[in-house]
């Protein structure tokens, strides 16, 4: 496992970033390193006004996942000055995993057990909550291969959820990563069980009022709506740029990876139903 967080703590993204077409004005082209001089997309991306800028927002989205996680964010707000420091440097200077996770477990973060994610999900695993911000996007072309997906030209086609993630110990039995993604999304996947009750319930209610004939087609309609998860299909899941296997224990993508202010960020790829 500390071989999985090592490699993952190490990685890295080529990243080139080049001055809008349309604020151009000399020639050669100014090299790549600048996004926009002027009508900076505020609505999209957060400015960078220097390194404590960076700093404090990761602070703040460390005090979110405390809170989500122990329902307070105490540990993080009682850290002692060099604690604090010390732990921004070890993001800071990518590689230095051994300083982060010394410091780190004193915020006594944790929200998954060792030994279930080490048995191969036979084991128990604390009851827990994990903080997950997940990035959807939603597709109505069928694709094989992403290369082949139609492009992303606009933010808007992207979902942007906070969410956190249900996790109760049951002997025998492991949550998935399809588990996971599925409860963080019940607008698309909803609990078929609890919606049978629902239809149950509502075809003794409406049986009196209607005729047959009307009330089968009044709750035919009413489950078509209730299951968009027959027409939904996950296509994509990538966590830390890796497209991890959806029957892996989500306790080891929790353990292995999350970011260090403590959340786990998903980004998923959904086919749906075309809108007519």
Not at 150 to 156: A, F, G, L, R, V
């Amino acid at each position: 496992m500390e071989e999985a967080q090592k490699y993952v703590w190490e990685g890295a993204i080529p990243l080139q970033i080049h001055l809008h077409e349309s604020e151009v004005t000399t020639l050669p082209t100014p090299p790549p390193a600048l996004v926009h001089f002027r009508g900076y997309p505020s609505n999209i991306l957060v400015p960078c006004e220097g390194e404590d800028s960076v700093k404090w927002s990761f602070i703040n989205s460390l005090k979110e996942a405390a809170y989500i996680i122990n329902g307070n964010c105490k540990n993080v707000m009682n850290m002692s000055q060099p604690d604090q420091v010390e732990l921004w440097r070890s993001v800071l200077n990518a590689g230095n995993l051994e300083a982060y996770v010394r410091i780190s477990s004193k915020l006594k973060l944790g929200t998954v057990g060792d030994e279930y994610a080490d048995s191969g999900g036979q084991g128990q695993v604390k009851t827990g909550r994990v903080p997950v911000r997940l990035y959807v996007w939603s597709v109505s072309e069928d694709f094989d291969d992403l290369e082949d997906a139609p492009q992303i030209d606009s933010w808007d086609k992207i979902s942007y959820i906070n969410r956190p993630v249900e996790i109760h110990g049951e002997e025998g039995n492991y949550f998935t990563l399809q588990d996971a993604v599925k409860s963080i999304l019940p607008e698309y996947f909803p609990n078929k069980s609890s919606t049978n009750e629902e239809s149950s319930r509502d075809e003794d209610e409406n049986e009196q009022k209607v005729p047959s004939e009307e009330g089968e087609k009044y709750l035919s309609e009413n489950v078509e709506s209730f299951y968009p998860s027959d027409n939904v299909e996950i296509k994509l899941v990538r966590i830390q740029g890796i497209e991890p296997k959806m029957e892996i224990p989500f306790s080891w993508i929790v353990k292995n990876l999350t970011n260090p202010e403590h959340y786990l960020h998903i980004c998923v790829c959904l086919k749906v139903p075309q809108v007519l």
